[in-house]
């Protein structure tokens, strides 16, 4: 079978030379010198070993084959423009999955903001993984996410991230914890309480951890559990007290099954983070969710829908 040898350039350039039928025509609308443009259609016809175009006097005609050719090449140029088209408006459309990973501390403010987000692209559909910080790490490797909300941003991976929240972790105690009523508690009066804390690389514990490291203490856990939902059962059946995000307990301290003391050094103010692997590319829907998460204040978000 003849094996057909044609750049892009030649299909443009014969579309332009057949349709005006003229080679100076042709390069004035593509913006190449009339030389140029008989030497590619040149080219093409001895590349091929056809004749394409004849000229009769002053004037130029195509051949059989130069008409074949001509139309594919119309054709060609059309489904470009089509599918460039398809490709912009699928762009510039939202919708689609979005796969998020969430910390397990984030989930009990991030549903208020998707339902906000989804509010605005209601064609979206979020996929939602809340996992532990370690977990969440070795899954962004695996390529599973579109994105990641987390405390910490790691640095041994080539990522972009941002903070849009800041996260305030407060010390929860049991109603009527002999500390309760007391204010400006200093740090070191909480060494010897029993304190309970999320397991070794959560990101919570390693802040509380630095935190009692900069004042000389040293936390022996009484316990360790493996969710925030846990510590706070816990913290509410008085086994001990916990350092929890302010966001996670605005219900169990309005109606007094828990209370937050008023410890030095506390509340830990750190930043929510939304991250990506900076080698992945973004989908319409997780540029939107970047986007919507730049441009909106979450904290008053969070106030109207009652989350604090």
């Given at each position: 079978m003849h094996k057909l040898h044609i750049t892009s350039q030649q299909i443009r350039i014969f579309e332009a030379v057949g349709r005006l039928l003229s080679y100076t025509k042709a390069a004035e609308e593509l913006n190449l010198s009339q030389p140029a443009v008989s030497i590619q259609v040149k080219r093409l016809e001895e590349n091929n070993d056809v004749k394409?175009?004849?000229?009769?006097?002053?004037?130029?005609?195509l051949t059989q084959a130069g008409e074949r050719m001509f139309k594919s090449c119309?054709?060609?140029?059309?489904?470009?423009?089509?599918?460039?088209?398809?490709?912009?408006?699928?762009?510039?459309?939202?919708?689609?999955?979005?796969?998020i990973a969430v910390v397990t501390p984030a989930k009990y403010f991030m549903p208020y903001i998707l339902k906000a987000f989804l509010n605005r692209y209601p064609d979206v559909k979020p996929l939602i993984t809340v996992i532990n910080r370690r977990r969440?790490?070795?899954?962004?490797?695996?390529?599973?996410?579109?994105?990641?909300i987390m405390?910490?941003?790691?640095?041994?991976?080539?990522?972009?991230?941002?903070?849009?929240?800041?996260?305030?972790?407060?010390?929860a105690a049991p109603p009527?914890?002999?500390l309760s009523k007391e204010k400006n508690i200093p740090i070191k009066a909480l060494a010897n309480e029993r304190f309970l804390m999320r397991e070794k690389g959560s990101g919570i514990r390693d802040s509380v951890q630095d935190r009692f490291a900069e004042n000389g203490i040293e936390i022996e856990p009484y316990m360790e559990l493996g969710?925030?939902?846990?510590?706070?059962?816990?913290?509410?059946?008085?086994?001990?007290?916990?350092?929890?995000?302010?966001?996670?307990?605005?219900?169990?301290?309005?109606?007094?099954?828990?209370?937050?003391?008023?410890?030095?050094?506390?509340p830990i103010t750190r930043h929510w983070y939304v991250a990506k692997l900076t080698s992945k590319s973004k989908t319409p829907a997780a540029e939107a969710f970047l986007n919507f998460l730049h441009s909106v204040d979450i904290n008053k978000l969070l106030a109207m829908t009652d989350t604090r």
């Open positions: 394409l175009i004849e000229v009769v006097g002053k004037k130029l005609f119309q054709k060609i140029l059309e489904e470009l423009k089509e599918l460039n088209v398809d490709i912009k408006s699928g762009q510039e459309r939202v919708d689609g999955e979005l796969r969440i790490l070795d899954e962004i490797k695996q390529n599973q996410y579109d994105l990641s405390g910490r941003v790691p640095e041994d991976l080539k990522m972009e991230a941002f903070p849009f929240f800041e996260n305030e972790l407060v010390v009527k914890h002999p969710s925030t939902e846990s510590i706070k059962q816990a913290v509410m059946a008085g086994l001990g007290i916990s350092v929890l995000p302010k966001q996670a307990i605005r219900l169990e301290t309005r109606y007094r099954h828990m209370d937050v003391l008023d410890v030095q050094g506390f």
